[in-house]
Each structure stands twice: as structure tokens, then as C-alpha cells.
């Protein structure tokens, strides 16, 4: 059974950090291109950050370019996200995804559908 398991979120001050963690299980972590999406309230879920499945290839969302950081450990079937210079418009929960794309190809996968297994998220909540 698949599992991706997000931490890290929580409530923070306008300027400050947050680096959110996504363990996954069940999946030969390898094969996968990760990406986190956010959903605020009465928005779509849309892709934030993405990373191929050696880290080789990454991918922003141009309102957190500069501002966040994806990074990934295989060794430890984590994806993490680097959040800086955080905002009130940062606000939403987080979702961790996974997209099976192989290993013998790098490339990042950028629509919700293209991802197979989804954690259950992390609120963010950035205070001005």
C-alpha cells in the first residue's frame, strides 16, 4: 500500500520559513517524479514544485520562484520543500504527490492527473 506522509506545516509570520517533508512508502521511490500542490479555500489544487526522480530536473511555479526550494534524498524516500520569504498568499494546505514517470527518463510531470498517489496534506498558514 502507497503512503505519502507530509509534516512540517504550521503557522508562521510573513517574511519567515517552513521546510515541509514528504515520506513516501510502497512505491519504489526511484521510479517517481514528486510534486506539491496547494489548494487554498475555493481555489483549484495547483502544482507548486516539482522534481524529477533524480533531482536532476526541477520545476516552479513562477509566484515561488526564488522563494522555494524542492529537494529530494532516495536514500531516505523523502521530498522536502524549502519555503522562504513567506507570505499571507502562501497560505493553503500542501499536498505531496507522485507520478510514476521510470528511471530511464528525467521529466517532471506538471498536471494533477499525471500524478497516482497523493498524501493527505499539511496546512500552511502564513500571518501578516
Known amino acids: 500500500q502507497v503512503q505519502l506522509a507530509e509534516s512540517g506545516g504550521g503557522l508562521v509570520q510573513a517574511g519567515g520559513s517552513l521546510r515541509l517533508s514528504c515520506s513516501a512508502s510502497g512505491l519504489i521511490f526511484n521510479n517517481y517524479a514528486m510534486g506539491w500542490f496547494r489548494q487554498a479555500p475555493g481555489t483549484e489544487r495547483d502544482l507548486v514544485a516539482a522534481i524529477s526522480w533524480n533531482g536532476g530536473v526541477t520545476y516552479y511555479e513562477d509566484s515561488v520562484k526564488g522563494r522555494f526550494i524542492i529537494s529530494r534524498d532516495n536514500a531516505k524516500n523523502t521530498v522536502y520543500l524549502e519555503m522562504n520569504s513567506l507570505k499571507p498568499e502562501d497560505t493553503a494546505v500542501y499536498y505531496c504527490?507522485?507520478?510514476?514517470?521510470?528511471?530511464?527518463?528525467?521529466?517532471?510531470?506538471?498536471?494533477?492527473?499525471?500524478?497516482?498517489?497523493w498524501g493527505q496534506g499539511t496546512q500552511v498558514t502564513v500571518s501578516s
Open positions: 504527490a507522485a507520478g510514476d514517470t521510470g528511471s530511464s527518463i528525467v521529466v517532471i510531470p506538471t498536471r494533477g492527473g499525471e500524478y497516482e498517489y
